[in-house]
């Protein structure tokens, strides 16, 4: 067995083929990880960080040779890529500063307080790494969500050792980025096996099984997620899976905003649904909106321009469902894009339909549809949306669009999405993360498995630690970030106050 | 159906049986929580913090009347019932001092920055609360851990609703506790339908599958715990299941303070195992000390009484294990303590064996055993104990006793125990937890399902809450926790920094 890399704009295959890994395999890379992790989680913050910023600066030393075959394989573009795989090392650089700064560890001491009921012995408590963390490559994202994306990075940070089960739509791109990392943390002078790549379905089938593996980070589709997820879970010790699956991102674009600018609002979302062919789990591909501002839309769909996609089972499903729709009662075709003369090319479309229409098939017209595709859902009266919005399925974002003239309805726009959406952008797209403390990518199921956790951002490494708190231990065999005298000088909760002391 | 509730020290029934929740209430119920949800999660932080305050006085209020029936229910004793109420009263006004205080809600807050890769929009990050969250009362804390304990309390101060599955062991407890839970709540003007308590297996079943539940939190068996946790995970919509189960909560005597203190050690070894009738998921039921203290420990075991147990099938089951034990070849029994003349009585035993055949048999021999029984495991070596602590099943607690020429010594054994347990303790007994946000009761399967949470302390809440993002609202439209002029004045992370900005 192999796994075959595809120019999905020749539709030819695309490199030699990776051999799939072995069960034997798997294990023994999952005990080397085990062992790894031993040491790895021992170093100090400070240490990990100067580790995460080679592996960074050494990513970046290699980039054209990893943007052009990313590239040949994904059909993504070179200015995509290029800006790709910088978001990719600015992450692990914004983990570094996490590290640096050292108050992600949420240290927390509470003093004795033996008259109270029920009396209070001295507590410190702090968050420690979980031990090999299993990591399931996107499609989508070949470095930001894939070998050593999002997942990799915040794992890495947190001290854990990662196995990354890579992606079959870019095995050559999985290899080469694998080959730098594990370079460069030899080079850092990491523990042997504390980063490893796997092939093959069955691989990762393995890997989640696996009594070493602590825990799981997936990006993908509701499908996949939902049978490793079963695995996760019907473990004799079950292991915290956190799957970021399918999202449809409504958008609600109110009244005044859709008189106001209508061409302004058509060229973002024409731009957002069509961004990387489509295939961004925060696609917008729902939008409820007045039916003065269809014509807008489908014009700007119309002057868009599909691209290859990822690979062709996602060309074949995206192709089949858009036939399916442009022959279904429920909803008419309004916009059909341009595409270039490729293999696995999606063009831009964009259907619409009615608010009662898409009531009463509520189900059949919220499945995501991963690709160029978007569906408008014309409403006379926003009350009805509102009412609507609560019954939709769980997703990563919520946008609105308003004009100055509409915040009281904005605002309750926001109360109803945010009872389903993760992130809420105003005026915005929600296409586009950004690498922070506040960044959230995650929402209610089907969105992930776990809308308490993110999988970008900052708080995504809070998915790898667990609290252990001492009780009553002497000052100096307390770890530093517990000691007394604060020695790294990190902002704690002390007696349930946050502060440097 | 109905649920009966007996006097454990006579074996006869107390009390009128309570009826069994039907599926169609449970509906109704769950649809009731869902609706008040909608208007509590709305409430502001201070008047939550109002209403918990509220809810603790008048459970004070009526303390005479709810220790009487616990503890004609469960046997445990006015004394502990009197501080166990008061724990669960100040568990209350402890929740509600973290509301007041707010910064519970993790307000992070990123400016725009256009010119990094990826460019940084503004986002604004605040904690949400989940909805309606199932909490399965424990049958060894009447009150701390059930109707009204540390998860309802957690969750109503996050602002969930939650519906309580009774526990069998007390339904005449739960009965009075939610009746006065349920008249302050109205008194306090929360809205309907935001508590509600149901009876019956089967109702339990019915409300973990409930699409409106949004989370469950559990403490009991690990059989019990399993068989919920399978259900909520295969939901269409899986949901998060917080079960606090099984723990052996290993003791590691070392050598020096063996030497040093053995009368002091064993004293409160026979304290802690006995506590309560051993019935405590942090009760030291696993001890691995130098065969010289064994004599003290045998010493104190005997001296120690044990009581009437919870229930009828708790004390067969305590019994037969003993029993077992007894007939094993694997370990001696080396002491058996008193036992009042009552009906479901279990009397305190202690077993001894060696570190070889503890090894070799360690799934047996790890076995919680539910009662006032311990077992030393015998070492000469301590080398080898901290090489076998690894092996052993997930814990809530792990204890070392050590003399102050045995720092080092100690310092890797917690490093060892670090690995199993969620809270090391340092010569004194796991039996016993602490109201703070320090405090960790959790660790890995099977001592909980998810050891990145705790199920006592102020971390609890987390439990029940998700993040938002808002993505370049405007600042008006933002939740005070976000706005510019921090109005609550509570302390952030803007920036990356955590202070009162």
Redesign the interface.
Same mark, same amino acid.
């Given at each position: 067995m192999s796994v075959q890399g595809y120019n999905p704009r020749t539709g030819k295959p695309y490199g030699e083929p990776v051999e799939a890994t072995s069960d034997t395999e798997v294990d023994q890379l999952c005990e080397a990880a085990a062992r790894s992790f031993r040491v790895w989680s021992g170093w100090l913050d400070a240490d990990r960080a100067t580790v995460l910023d080679l592996v960074a600066d050494r990513l970046d030393d290699e980039s054209v040779l990893l943007i052009d075959t990313a590239d040949a394989e994904t059909a993504l573009g070179i200015p995509r890529l290029t *800006?790709e795989l910088?978001?990719t090392t600015?992450q692990l650089r914004l983990f570094a500063? =996490?590290l640096r700064?050292g108050?992600y560890v949420e240290a927390?001491?509470?003093s004795p307080s033996p008259d109270?009921?029920?009396?209070?012995?001295d #507590? %410190?408590?702090v968050l420690?790494p979980?031990g090999v963390v299993a990591v399931y490559s996107a499609s989508n994202f070949p470095f930001a969500l894939s070998t050593v994306g999002s997942d990799t990075a915040s794992a890495l940070a947190a001290g854990c050792a990662v196995v990354v089960k890579a992606h079959s739509a870019h095995p050559n791109t999985t290899r080469e980025t694998g080959r730098v990392v594990s370079a460069a943390l030899a080079e850092g002078g990491a523990p042997d096996g504390l980063f490893a790549v796997i092939y093959g379905t069955q691989s990762g089938v393995r890997l989640v099984q696996h009594p070493h593996v602590?825990a799981a980070g997936f990006t993908g589709s509701i499908g996949g997620g939902r049978a490793l997820?079963?695995l996760a879970?019907?473990r004799p010790? +079950?292991?915290?899976f956190y799957g970021e699956l399918g999202s449809v991102n409504p958008t609600v674009i109110l009244p005044d905003a859709a008189a106001d600018r209508p061409e302004e609002i058509a060229k973002g979302f024409a731009q957002s649904v069509t961004m990387g062919v489509g295939q961004f789990c925060t696609n917008p591909g729902l939008v409820f909106a007045p039916p003065s501002i269809v014509v807008a839309l489908a014009g700007a769909v119309k002057q868009a321009t599909g691209g290859a996609m990822l690979n062709e089972r996602m060309c074949d499903s995206y192709r089949s469902t858009v036939d399916a729709m442009s022959n279904s009662d429920l909803v008419e075709l309004v916009a059909t894009g341009a595409a270039p003369d490729e293999a696995w090319v999606g063009a831009p479309n964009l259907f619409r339909t009615s608010l009662d229409v898409f009531e009463s098939n509520l189900e059949k017209l919220t499945e995501e549809n991963f690709g160029p595709a978007g569906l408008v859902v014309t409403y006379d009266d926003p009350a009805a949306v509102l009412a609507l919005i609560p019954r939709l399925p769980?997703t990563l974002t919520g946008t609105v669009h308003a004009s100055d003239s509409e915040?009281e309805l904005?605002?309750r726009t926001?109360v109803e999405l945010?009872k389903i959406? @993760?992130?809420?952008?105003?005026?915005?797209w929600p296409t @586009?993360?950004?690498?922070?403390?506040?960044?959230?990518h @995650?929402g209610? &199921? +089907?969105a992930t *498995?776990?809308?308490?956790h993110?999988s970008i951002g =900052?708080?995504g490494i809070?998915?790898w #630690?667990?609290? =252990?708190?001492?009780?009553? &231990?002497?000052d100096? #065999?307390l770890p530093p970030e517990l000691q007394d005298a604060n020695p790294l000088g990190i *902002?704690r %909760?002390r007696d349930?106050v #946050?502060d440097k002391h």
């Open positions: *800006t910088k978001r600015n500063d =996490v700064e108050s927390m001491l509470d109270i009921i029920p009396p209070r012995p #507590l %410190r408590r420690r979980l602590k997820y079963d879970n019907s010790d +079950p292991i915290p769980g915040h904005a605002s926001a945010q959406a @993760g992130r809420l952008i105003y005026n915005g @586009g993360i950004a690498l922070a403390w506040a960044m959230q @995650g209610p &199921w +089907p *498995t776990n809308t308490s993110t =900052v708080p809070y998915r #630690l667990a609290p =252990v708190t001492y009780q009553t &231990w002497p100096a #065999l *902002t %909760r349930g #946050l």
